[in-house]
């Protein structure tokens, strides 16, 4: 076994959520509180990707705290039956990693209750951490909290992370929160430049998005294991 802990995101990486599940209940939702107001799934996507679904609502479409907890629960209500799909691959992945001996740690917006519930349907185990949407807002993602809490706990050596990410406002921010706590950090915007990377210099934690150009993360870590 290579790496001891993969630490995955939820929503767009285990599980295909948004184009399923999210945007078609966002929609419905926003159609009884906004009527005539509509947005497409692309831009529904890249919206929740770089400024964030929380300020989506907000600051593009001006949910009040009455509706942003009206929608909270509504979700909430709609999740509990409407189950996404994993990505293909995932399972070979995640079921691999645990017959090894390694960790499974899950960093999301997702709430516990949800990740719990996708990874006993769709594989019947659950992950040794998760760190969800129920934690208070200061120890969410992307806040350093839940990887360096992740270290400590597995007493993991991470003097070196490679945070692979297409997004550079994600990888550039993450690399400012770890430095600051005297971690070595590397950026890859991709998987090639991933493998690449691994292929000169050493590293004991991989931060790994899925959705990525060139090479995505499945296929990355399928070459990386």
């Not at 995955?8 to 599940?21: G, M, P, R, W």
């Not at 185990?125 to 706990?153: S, V």
């Not at 990888?171 to 706590?181: D, G, H, Q, T």
């Not at 090639?192 to 991989?206: G, Q, S, V, Y």
Request: glycine share 4%; hydrophobic share 40%; aromatic share 8%.
């Amino acid at each position: 076994m290579q790496f001891k802990c993969l630490v995955l995101d939820h929503d767009e990486t285990v599980v295909q959520s948004e184009k399923a599940v999210g945007y078609p209940f966002f929609c419905k939702h926003l159609s009884v509180i906004r009527p005539g107001v509509t947005v497409d799934v692309e831009e529904y996507i890249t919206d929740c990707h770089t400024i964030g679904f929380l300020d989506m609502c907000v600051n593009k479409f001006h949910f009040t705290p009455e509706e942003l907890s009206e929608e909270h629960n509504l979700w909430m209500e709609h999740i509990r039956t409407n189950i996404p799909d994993p990505f293909p691959g995932m399972e070979n992945i995640i079921l691999r990693q645990k017959e090894l001996g390694g960790l499974i740690c899950v960093v999301s917006h997702s709430s516990i209750e949800n990740i719990s519930r996708d990874y006993m349907t769709h594989f019947g185990i659950l992950p040794d951490d998760i760190y969800g949407w129920d934690l208070p807002k200061e120890q969410r993602k992307p806040n350093p909290y839940p990887l360096l809490d992740i270290m400590e706990k597995h007493n993991l050596s991470a003097n070196d992370i490679l945070v692979v990410d297409d997004d550079r406002s994600t990888r550039l921010f993450m690399r400012a929160l770890l430095e600051a706590e005297r971690y070595t950090v590397s950026l890859a915007a991709n998987g090639l430049e991933a493998l690449d990377m691994l292929e000169k210099e050493h590293t004991d934690l991989i931060v790994l998005d899925v959705m990525m150009p060139r090479l995505d993360g499945l296929g990355a870590c399928s070459k990386i294991r």
